[in-house]
Structure formats: C-alpha cells, structure tokens
C-alpha cells in the first residue's frame, strides 16, 4: 500500500499528538482528561492515516472532502482549548468571543456542506480560496480588536499614571517632602 503526502503527514501528525498526550498523562496528573482528549485526536488521525476508507465512507474521497475534515479538526481544536482556557481563567469570556464564534462557524462550514459551498456560490470562488478568506477576515478581526483593546489599556494607564502622580504630589505636600 502506498501512502500519499497528506496520509504520512497525518499519521506523523497522530504520532506525535499521541507521544505529546502520554508524556502529558504521566508527568502531570491534573490534565488527565485533556491529555486522554489529545490521545483520541492522535489516534483518529493516525486511524485515518492508514485506513482511507473511513475518509470515503464520509462522501465521495476529495480534496474538497479532507480539507472539510481538516478544517472540522482544527476549529473543535480551537472550541476545545478556547473553552478550556476559558474554565482555567487564563482567558475572559469577552476575548475569547472572536476565538468561539470563528471557530463555531468553521465546524459549522466544515460539518454541513451546504454551509460550505455557499460562499463559493456566490463569489465563484473555490472551497479553499473561501477558507483562506475566512481565515483572513479571523486574522483582521482579531488585530483590529487586539489594537482596540491595546488602545483601552493605554489610555487606562495614562489615566493611572496621572493619577499616582497626583497622589505622590499629595503625599510629599502632607509629609512636607520635596
């Protein structure tokens, strides 16, 4: 059996998300359960790696068809660390906004493919232009609101920055220090 390019990339891909997973499982016992989660990734994608049939069982074997699944991986991938920073609180909900509906709309377009081919419809341009596009749009959201955000936080610190000035002035006023 030959194997193509996209087959030994996701067995590879599997492999390492597996290794990663166990390592991950052994050393630290407080992500068990999304260490258990990578090693389901990894072995589906390995699964699928060497057996192409389960692809083909899913429609008519095509590039359209793997990049969909593809794209289906990598946005649950994005829901799933999204919300689990989320619960962690290593992220607040009002910047993981982009992240969640990006990546909902992704799954949805991967998983329904009249979703998917609406787009491409419309414009006349390829299933993969359209996810390069909504990619971009992702990226160009995500900049303009991380410098909207930056903007908020350097005006909030100027506004600090005044403010301690002031009370330090109070204070050498009160203490008769300058």
């Given at each position: 059996m030959t194997m193509t390019a996209?087959?030994?990339?996701?067995?590879?891909?599997?492999?390492?998300t597996c290794v990663t997973a166990v390592l991950v499982f052994v050393r630290q016992r407080t992500r068990r359960f999304k260490a258990l989660f990578w090693l389901a990734i990894g072995l589906a994608m390995v699964f699928a790696a060497f057996r192409p049939q389960v692809i083909e069982y899913l429609g008519e074997d095509s590039v359209e068809l793997r990049l969909r699944l593809i794209v289906a991986l990598l946005s649950f991938i994005?829901?799933?660390?999204?919300?689990?920073?989320?619960?962690?609180?290593?992220?607040?909900?009002?910047?993981?906004?982009?992240?969640?509906?990006?990546?909902?709309?992704?799954?949805?377009?991967?998983?329904f493919e009249g979703l998917a081919t609406i787009i491409p419809r419309l414009t006349g341009i390829s299933f993969?232009?359209?996810?390069?596009?909504?990619?971009?749009?992702?990226?160009?959201?995500?900049l303009f609101y991380v410098s909207v955000s930056l903007s908020?936080?350097?005006?909030?610190?100027?506004?600090?920055?005044?403010?301690?000035?002031?009370?330090?002035e109070r204070l050498r006023r009160v203490t008769g220090t300058e």
């Open positions: 996209a087959q030994w990339l996701s067995a590879v891909a599997g492999v390492v994005v829901l799933t660390v999204t919300l689990e920073a989320i619960r962690v609180g290593r992220m607040l909900e009002r910047y993981a906004f982009l992240w969640l509906v990006t990546g909902l709309l992704l799954l949805l377009g991967a998983m993969f232009a359209t996810v390069l596009l909504i990619l971009f749009g992702f990226v160009l959201l995500l908020m936080l350097q005006r909030r610190l100027a506004q600090i920055a005044r403010e301690l000035a002031l009370v330090e």
